[in-house]
Every structure is written in C-alpha cells, then in structure tokens.
C-alpha cells in the first residue's frame, strides 16, 4: 500500500493524529529503545509535524523544528520508523520529503551515532564528537542549506 504523505503544524493536528505520532515515538523510542526520557518536551506545539500514514497506521514521522525553538539553526528530530515498515526505504523517503521541504535552511540534527553513515548520505556531516542522550551514543550533525529549484 503506497503511504498517505502529511505535513501539519501542532494546532491542525487532530486528537487522533496526535496520539498515533505519540504512540509510535514511544513504541519505539521508549519502549523499544528502553529509554526512559520525556517526550513532551514542549518543543511539538511550535514544530511541523511530517508523516507517512497507510490506512490507519502511521508509518514513519519527524518533526521539523523552526530556528530558535530547540537550536540556534532549525532542526529535524524525531525521526521514526515503524518496526513493521523498516527496510523499506521508507526512512529515506521521509527524510527526502522533509529536505525537499525543509532543506533550504541549515539544519541541525542529533543523530543517533549508528545511524551516522545514513545521515551523512543525506548531505549532513558531523560536528561533534559522540555524546550521550538518553543513554544512546549520539552526534551532532549539520546540513548546509540547498536551494530550492523552483
């Protein structure tokens, strides 16, 4: 089933919407994960909120986070996948929507360290040495912005 493509700001969310994002970034990030972290962080209510629906289930989601809300530089973060959906290339898919979009600003990202490679053939490149969040190595990492084409 081709996925239903959505980009929302925190107020057009309806309450369903909002759970399925919720549910999934706590499948995975805290229960799969086993981090025990705050997800509502505050940051949602002033982010785009980007994600890949089939039928009733989401599929993968990021949040784009403006300038000044989380980091001096705008941000992705969030980024999920499904357990059901992964090996799908449905992450990149997600991460190219999000560029096309987003991407003609520079970008911040707090990537998970293993996913280092991934992100970096994305056009983002390391900026950091690897620190812990949430007990899981991570990096930062920073995308030059990209001219839009149109």
Same mark, same amino acid.
């Given at each position: 089933?081709?996925?239903?493509?959505?980009?929302?700001?925190? =107020?057009? &969310?309806?309450?369903?919407? !909002?759970? =399925?994002?919720?549910? !999934?970034?706590?499948?995975?990030?805290?229960?799969?994960?086993?981090?025990?972290?705050?997800?509502?962080?505050?940051?949602?209510?002033?982010?785009?909120? $980007?994600?890949?629906?089939?039928?009733?289930?989401?599929?993968?989601?990021?949040?784009?986070?403006?300038?000044?809300?989380?980091?001096?530089?705008?941000? !992705?973060?969030?980024?999920? $996948?499904?357990?059901?959906? /992964?090996?799908?290339? &449905?992450? /990149?898919?997600?991460?190219?929507?999000?560029?096309?979009?987003?991407?003609?600003?520079? &970008?911040?990202?707090?990537?998970?360290?293993?996913?280092?490679?991934?992100?970096?053939? !994305?056009?983002?490149?390391?900026?950091?040495?690897?620190?812990?969040?949430?007990?899981?190595?991570?990096?930062?990492? &920073?995308?030059?912005?990209?001219?839009?084409?149109?």
């Amino acid at each position: 089933m081709t996925p239903t493509w959505h980009d929302r700001g925190f =107020a057009e &969310l309806t309450a369903a919407e !909002l759970y =399925a994002i919720v549910a !999934l970034r706590e499948q995975v990030f805290v229960v799969e994960q086993a981090c025990a972290y705050l997800d509502a962080d505050g940051i949602d209510p002033h982010c785009r909120h $980007v994600w890949a629906q089939a039928g009733d289930d989401l599929h993968a989601y990021l949040r784009y986070v403006p300038a000044g809300a989380k980091y001096e530089e705008a941000s !992705l973060g969030r980024v999920v $996948v499904a357990p059901a959906a /992964r090996g799908t290339g &449905l992450g /990149r898919a997600l991460m190219r929507r999000a560029l096309d979009d987003y991407g003609d600003r520079l &970008l911040r990202i707090a990537a998970q360290a293993h996913l280092e490679r991934f992100y970096a053939e !994305l056009g983002f490149r390391t900026v950091s040495a690897p620190f812990l969040e949430d007990g899981i190595p991570h990096l930062y990492m &920073l995308r030059d912005p990209t001219p839009r084409s149109w």
